[in-house]
């Protein structure tokens, strides 16, 4: 109880101010798995890409550049098109229950998005890392065998 109230309490300390209409933009998926979708910068007049990142409680928890063609929008003149984006996320960073994720273009507040992850998230991430790390390390024990 007290650590849900120290949490409430340290979120309205670190509120950020967002910049309304810098940037449109489109959230596919927000998840601990993966946050996916598109931005572009409404002021930019050359075909630069964005550089889109999210933090939890001031720190970066991924980081890419909205770079990702996609012909929807293209076809829509939403730049030129090359404004996607698809990244996975340091799952290790989130709590169980709510967390206040701001979205950042070219390091501008634009966003904050309530993300709630239950434990059984946290489990399956937990999961999904152990089996790419042992993955990885057959890999390496294959290569040394063979080389």
């Not at 933009?25 to 890409?49: A, Y």
């Not at 909205?66 to 293209?74: G, Q």
């Not at 076809?75 to 290790?92: K, T």
């Amino acid at each position: 109880m007290l650590s849900k109230l120290y949490k409430k309490y340290k979120n309205r300390q670190r509120k950020v101010q967002c910049e309304k209409g810098y940037a449109t933009f489109h959230i596919d998926e927000l998840s601990i798995f993966r946050f996916s979708g598109w931005v572009f910068e409404n002021s930019q007049k050359s075909t630069e890409n964005c550089l889109v990142s999210f933090k939890l409680n001031n720190v970066i928890i991924c980081e890419t550049p909205a770079s990702v063609f996609r012909e929807d929008l293209k076809n829509s003149g939403i730049g030129d098109g090359a404004c996607g984006f698809d990244v996975e996320p340091n799952w290790q960073v989130f709590e169980e229950g709510e967390n206040v994720v701001v979205m950042y273009v070219n390091d501008v507040p634009v966003h904050a998005f309530n993300l709630t992850v239950t434990n059984k998230q946290l489990m399956v991430a937990m999961t999904s890392q152990i089996h790419r790390q042992i993955e990885l390390a057959k890999a390496e024990i294959i290569e040394s065998i063979h080389s």
